[in-house]
């Protein structure tokens, strides 16, 4: 499930995204000032950001901004939400690092659409897509595994690991940042937790032959290889 974290500061409207939001599968925070948000997102990364663009005290142009500067949340997928629709602060909002814009009012539809698009671009593991790699297929629909007819048997966490390294091949990913990925949580758990589910992962992936994909990179953290189809 998804992870969104709506920064608004008008209830009703904060509100009524979250509960569209949820009806559409997603899980939500909700934060009505720069101080919630930051807070929020100190606790557990989403995988994405509905950002109003005018909230008490700190701006969330301001915010965006500050998110883009730092490591961890550079990456993080940001619409910004404005009630305003004068082109010169589009392009403020864009420049301060967000994927896309809306201006209020905007129907659900709408909504859901610019979100879905988002995430498709900036962060696939949160959309129910299936992929495939050299032969091994996931599929989150279905919550399947599969090398060719055999179906591979996957833990709940070794399932949401292998999709996350799936829709990111070939990066290298450090055990904090695939605590914040994929667990949601980069303080309270330790880091050979990763460990520990990589190796299963591994067991798990071995009976159709593909363990060889996740790779160790040593002092970095993990990988997988996305073998050219050539060689394949
Ligand atoms: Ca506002």
């Known amino acids: 499930m998804s992870r969104v974290l709506v920064v608004e500061d008008e209830t009703a409207i904060g509100e009524l995204i979250a509960i569209n939001l949820r009806h559409a599968g997603f899980?939500?925070?909700?934060?009505?000032?720069?101080?919630?948000?930051q807070a929020a997102i100190d606790a557990v990364l989403?995988?994405?950001?509905?950002?109003?663009?005018?909230?008490?005290g700190r701006s969330?142009?301001?915010?965006?901004?500050?998110?883009?500067?730092?490591?961890?949340?550079?990456?993080?997928?940001l619409i910004m939400l404005t009630a305003r629709a004068d082109e010169r602060d589009k392009i403020t909002g864009l420049d301060a690092g967000a994927d896309d814009y809306l201006t209020?009012?905007?129907?659900?539809?709408?909504?859901?659409?610019?979100?879905?698009?988002?995430?498709?671009?900036?962060?696939?593991?949160?959309?129910?897509?299936?992929?495939?790699?050299?032969?091994?297929?996931?599929?989150?629909?279905?919550?399947r595994v599969q090398r060719g007819d055999l179906e591979l048997k996957l833990g709940p966490t070794e399932f949401k690991l292998l999709h996350f390294l799936m829709t990111h091949p070939e990066r290298v990913h450090s055990r904090a940042q695939l605590l914040d990925r994929v667990w949601g949580d980069h303080v309270f758990i330790e880091e050979r937790?990763?460990?520990?589910?990589?190796?299963?992962?591994?067991?798990?992936?071995?009976?159709?032959?593909?363990a060889h994909l996740l790779e160790t990179v040593r002092g970095a953290g993990y990988r997988l290889a996305k073998p050219s189809t050539q060689a394949a």
């Open 193 to 210: 937790t990763v460990d520990v589910h990589i190796k299963r992962l591994r067991e798990a992936l071995a009976p159709g032959d593909r």
């Open 104 to 143: 209020k009012p905007f129907s659900t539809q709408e909504l859901l659409a610019r979100i879905r698009a988002v995430l498709r671009r900036r962060a696939p593991q949160a959309l129910d897509t299936a992929v495939e790699i050299d032969g091994l297929r996931l599929d989150p629909a279905t919550r």
């Open 46 to 56: 989403p995988d994405l950001v509905l950002l109003d663009w005018m909230l008490p």
């Open 27 to 37: 899980e939500v925070t909700l934060a009505q000032d720069a101080g919630q948000a």
């Open 60 to 77: 969330g142009v301001s915010l965006a901004q500050q998110w883009r500067g730092e490591a961890r949340t550079r990456e993080v997928p």
